[in-house]
């Protein structure tokens, strides 16, 4: 069987990663390096902080944070702003969050037995702490963990310096950049072509070559095919420096996430709806980060496009010979696991269909070549 992955990030790598050990003849389609528009991340694997895209409340706090300059709205795929205003305080089905559940659990238990095998990335489970600099803000977000669908496990607790936190003891981090050169290795038999692929046909055709099956987990890029993807970008940077909070943790009212690492410490922001190659707005989320890191250098800064579905849900779904994996949004880390997992299961034949997560994949609503 060959099969084609067109995207390099990490839903398109662990989609590789599995279908590698079915002896499936792959080829990795990337147009910059592995790991492109997903390296930016802060390596937190956190998929219990689910947010619910199409709710009233999580446009207020858009707006909110658009207010204090944490979000900046430049422009948004109008397929998925028309799919957002149709749904929005729509429930998702009780199905729909078992799958997801089982999905943040698949995704928890990987990235450990990955790291029990060999721990050349970084892993750590001492779990994640959620600050709050205003009271208000912690006991209403207690309040959401409360009802939360996915039943986490928190505890509430004090922090110097903030009005306090919630701790998810079960949740874990990596180093992004560490692990996708882990994956590399576990790819070894499998081709890498960097190159931009503009065109596929539904029979599996892609540039002169016929596949059995593609596999488009290109983020982004999938809304020129009609799928209601927009994009919320992020910026990471690589530092060197000090912080005294043991635990990896997210500045919630700014949304900011900082993991130390062996070698670095990652500092991630930024939920811009924005297409655009400009990163100036970066240096706003080291300076909020700095109020906490004491920062002596900065490494690098890199920058991806977080493909978001209208209600954050992942979009897992076949079409004739294609399938498709995007729309995790900002958990696109967290969920790559179970995405790839589902998508070369998928691709397999041993699911047709993952009801809701494949409602908007159909002929009506593609656009793509059927030439």
Same mark, same amino acid.
């Given at each position: ?11 398109? *790598? ?32 956190? =998929? @219990? ?5 199409? !709710? ?27 799919? *957002? ?7 998702? =089905? ?16 990987? @990235? ?19 600050? @709050? ?94 799928? =209601? ?95 498709? !994996? ?27 269909? @993952? ?17």
């Amino acid at each position: 069987m060959k099969v084609a992955i067109v995207g390099g990030g990490i839903v398109g *790598l662990f989609t590789a990663y599995y279908l590698s050990k079915e002896n499936v003849d792959v080829t990795v389609f990337e147009k910059a390096f592995l790991g492109n528009g997903s390296v930016h991340a802060a390596g937190l694997i956190e =998929p @219990y902080r689910f947010d619910k895209i199409n !709710s009233l409340s999580m446009i207020k706090k858009m707006m909110k944070y658009r207010s204090i300059g944490v979000t900046n709205i430049r422009s948004v795929n109008a397929n998925w702003l028309f799919s *957002l205003i149709a749904e929005l305080n729509k429930p998702a =089905p009780p199905e729909a969050w078992e799958i997801m559940r089982f999905m943040a659990s698949y995704s928890l238990k990987e @990235y450990k037995r990955m790291a029990e095998e060999r721990n050349d990335f970084d892993y750590e489970e001492n779990g994640l702490l959620e600050l @709050y600099y205003d009271k208000s803000s912690l006991e209403k977000a207690v309040e959401e963990e409360k009802g939360n669908p996915f039943r986490p496990k928190f505890e509430v607790t004090d922090v110097k310096g903030f009005a306090g936190g919630i701790y998810f003891p079960e949740l874990s981090k990596v180093d992004t950049f560490k692990f996708i050169n882990r994956m590399e290795r576990e790819l070894d038999n499998v081709r890498v072509i960097i190159k931009e692929v503009k065109k596929v046909g539904i029979d599996g055709t892609l540039e002169g070559a016929k596949y059995d099956r593609v596999v488009l987990a290109s983020g982004v890029s999938l809304r020129n095919l009609g799928l =209601p993807i927009t994009a919320f970008k992020g910026y990471g940077y690589r530092v060197k420096g000090e912080v005294e909070i043991k635990y990896p943790f997210v500045l919630a009212e700014y949304g900011v996430a900082v993991a130390k690492n062996s070698d670095h410490i990652k500092i991630t922001g930024g939920f811009d709806a924005d297409f655009s190659e400009d990163s100036n707005r970066a240096e706003f989320f080291l300076g909020v980060a700095s109020k906490v890191v004491g920062v002596n250098y900065v490494y690098d800064l890199t920058m991806g496009y977080r493909p978001c579905s209208p209600d954050g849900f992942p979009i897992i779904g076949e079409y004739e010979n294609l399938v498709f !994996s995007t729309g995790a949004c900002r958990l696109g880390w967290s969920f790559a696991p179970a995405m790839g997992k589902m998508t070369s299961d998928m691709v397999l034949g041993r699911a047709k269909s @993952y009801g809701y997560l494949s409602r908007y994949i159909s002929g009506r609503n593609l656009r793509v070549d059927t030439t």
